[in-house]
């Protein structure tokens, strides 16, 4: 009872983690999408800039911030793919986790049908103990030690 009850708090702890993992995901990708939009917003930004005005230090500025922003989208997509590869191990574990149990469970039927029949056929045979003492007429149950 005990090994169950542990493999079912496994299973909560790894379904517990597969669901933040997911959840880091979607975060990862809403933080992806929004920085996407903002490298967007800031090409249209510097097109307007170069059309209005021919400084070089605005330029400089604009190229190093653009550059910041394509970083951290990089590093954001490689967050969301070692999520992914995370999710999928996860997923694999918590599938081995499964079938370990109903392994487990499938042998503790076994084992309850085998005491069963045990202590059945233990009952036929005090039985015909008792059956056969009575034919020999002794009457009384002794026990052996």
């Keep these: 009872m005990r090994h169950l009850t542990a493999e079912n708090n ?18 990862a990708v ?16 510097y097109s307007l800039h170069k059309s209005l ?4 230090n605005l330029k400089d500025q604009f190229n190093h911030t653009l550059s910041t922003y394509e970083e951290a989208l990089k590093s954001r997509e490689n967050i969301v793919f070692i999520t992914q590869q995370q999710n999928e191990e996860l997923a694999t574990q918590l599938q081995q986790a499964l079938t370990d149990r109903a392994n487990m469970e499938l042998e503790l039927q ?3 049908e085998a005491s069963q029949a ?19 007429g002794t009457g009384t149950i002794r026990t052996v030690v």
């Design 118 to 136: 045990a202590s059945d056929k233990v009952q036929k045979l005090e039985r015909l103990v008792d059956v056969l003492r009575k034919k020999v």
């Design 10 to 27: 496994q299973e909560r702890a790894l379904k517990a983690k597969l669901l933040a993992m997911q959840q880091a995901r979607e975060t």
């Design 30 to 45: 809403q933080q992806y999408k929004k920085l996407e939009e903002e490298i967007q917003t800031l090409r249209v930004y």
């Design 53 to 56: 005005s021919q400084e070089e």
């Design 110 to 112: 076994h084992a309850v």
